[in-house]
């Protein structure tokens, strides 16, 4: 039985305890300690979100030293714990990886606090899983927290291959955020919850400095959140996905692999559904969430039918709010009635809370200018509404799991303050563009053409993914349709959408032609915009 304990920060050896300082940095060798930037730089695999924290640090700040990890050995918090480690900065995340011995899951005992500062703490497990949020603790006070994590092989974002997952990742964020104790212990015989879907319930990745705001979140990495330590989330949703890719691209073998009897599976489908003439509503859409259903009961699990989460758009007859997947609402309430299953119906209250809200007080729950994704606010209003539906209709499985969460005061009083930019910061924001284009158009990228032309029949998706690496910026985790000719479900969609979101390329033609080769002038066109990026961020 996998076994590991560790304390942070101790002035002395704790007997069964492994002592971890500020310097204690992930090592294969060693099977534990924190993660950095410099440490991501080195490994490939650390740099894959899927399999780590999901916490990259903003592509305009990879030229400076952000992470600090500092440490405290005095301040006798109980008989065990004197010490702890943190992050000197709030909006910076403290990241520890413990490797583990196979999948499945896992009870983890978390312990923090100190004696110095009041503190104010979220907790992520694995990609970005929500365990706690904004929690606030007294000096002098420890808090202790217990909940259970899924370790899982999992097909990444623009990937085609199985990556196989191995480790436990624990995320502490916040004022005085620390850690004093962690106790891992496999917990092999609880139940999963396995959630198959698209971009809107994913784990989704961010940048750091954090801001819940401009975070992309998917509902379903909020739910660990309602959750006891009886049961686990496994979420195999991703950008892009249809019921027909799901299974096509082989994250549904990966499920059948793992799920056991009384385990759940959770699914929500219809963003891409809609998309493709063969899923329609009533037609391949509802035909394969029967087919799934069907395979799911075959291994002794219980499938649960999600309609689709709502996006807020207001392009009806004068401005009104426009319902854009009732169809497929009605899709999943037919199929659910007819086979007998769970339903929860998300679009129905989904549609009721954009409503309740207005067209722009409910825009404050989406990542700004997109109207299809969450912010983590508006993730964890989705992800209650889902809880408040599975009370009501009662899913026995999953009710005797959920806890009470208290009122997010800190949400609600940042949710109140956000204001759109100033003219004045955007003004200066232009200035830097500015001074950033002037000095990129006198770079002469001739001489970088030659050595690209040796390497014959490269697409401009291929130079967009060398591009961004060479910047060290990640590809996005959605997509959002801004060529007429790139669907969310190509492994490089998230390439397409990071290189436009960067000004790299433009959408005024609609369609990208992404696997036709390269022209010369479009290298030059993109690598002055290259440029411009690796200037900007010195500025």
Request: net charge negative; proline share 3%.
């Amino acid at each position: 039985m996998f076994l590991k304990k560790f304390m942070f920060g101790a002035a002395e050896e704790v007997e069964g305890f492994i002592n971890i300082s500020n310097d204690t940095l992930y090592a294969d060798e060693i099977g534990y300690g924190f993660v950095t930037e410099k440490l991501k730089e080195k490994n490939e695999l650390l740099q894959i979100p899927e399999i780590g924290s999901a916490f990259d640090i903003d592509p305009e700040l990879t030229s400076q030293k952000i992470t600090n990890i500092i440490m405290e050995q005095k301040g006798h918090l109980n008989n065990l714990i004197n010490g702890f480690c943190s992050s000197d900065k709030p909006d910076v995340p403290l990241y520890f990886k413990v490797k583990v011995p196979h999948s499945g899951n896992y009870n983890i005992k978390l312990v923090m606090g100190n004696n110095n500062s009041d503190m104010i703490i979220s907790v992520f497990s694995q990609r970005r899983r929500f365990v706690l949020k904004n929690v606030m603790v007294k000096a002098g006070e420890l808090l202790e927290h217990n909940f259970a994590a899924n370790v899982c092989d999992i097909i990444p974002r623009g990937k085609t291959e199985i990556y196989r997952d191995d480790s436990i990742d624990i995320t502490i964020i916040g004022q005085n955020a620390c850690m004093n104790l962690v106790i891992l212990e496999e917990a092999l015989e609880i139940q999963t919850i396995y959630v198959a879907g698209d971009s809107t319930l994913t784990d989704q990745g961010t940048i750091y400095p954090y801001n819940p705001l401009t975070s992309y979140c998917g509902w379903a990495q909020i739910l660990p959140l309602f959750l006891s330590r009886g049961i686990a989330v496994s979420n195999h949703s991703h950008s892009g996905l249809t019921t027909e890719s799901f299974r096509r691209e082989g994250h549904l073998s990966i499920v059948e692999n793992n799920i056991k009897p009384r385990d759940l599976f959770i699914m929500q489908f219809g963003h891409n559904d809609q998309k493709d003439k063969t899923l329609d509503a009533f037609g391949g859409y509802a035909n394969n969430l029967r087919r799934y259903i069907d395979e799911v009961r075959e291994k002794g699990a219980c499938p649960i039918i999600v309609t689709p989460v709502s996006r807020t758009i207001w392009n009806g007859v004068d401005g009104a709010f426009n319902d854009m997947f009732k169809d497929y609402a009605n899709a999943c309430i037919l199929v659910s009635k007819e086979k007998g299953v769970a339903l929860i119906d998300l679009h129905e209250r989904s549609v009721d809370f954009i409503l309740k809200h207005g067209q722009k007080n409910s825009s404050k729950y989406f990542v700004p200018k997109d109207y299809t994704h969450n912010n983590d606010f508006g993730a964890f209003e989705m992800s209650k509404l889902v809880v408040e539906e599975i009370k009501k209709v009662n899913i026995e499985s999953l009710v005797k799991y959920l806890i009470d969460i208290p009122e997010d005061k800190i949400q609600i009083k940042q949710l109140k303050s956000w204001v759109e930019p100033s003219d004045e910061e955007i003004k200066a924001d232009v200035k830097q563009w500015t001074k950033a284009n002037s000095w990129a158009e006198e770079i002469d990228v001739n001489s970088y053409i030659d050595t690209f032309i040796a390497k014959k029949n490269v697409s401009k998706v291929e130079f967009l993914d060398m591009i961004l690496k060479d910047l060290k910026y990640p590809p996005t985790n959605v997509y959002n349709d801004i060529f007429e000719d790139v669907f969310g479900d190509e492994w490089y969609a998230g390439i397409v959408q990071a290189a436009y979101n960067y000004g790299l390329i433009s959408n005024e033609n609609k369609n990208l032609d992404p696997k036709e080769q390269i022209s010369i002038e479009e290298v030059k066109v993109i690598a002055r915009g290259a440029y411009k990026l690796k200037i900007k961020s010195f500025l």
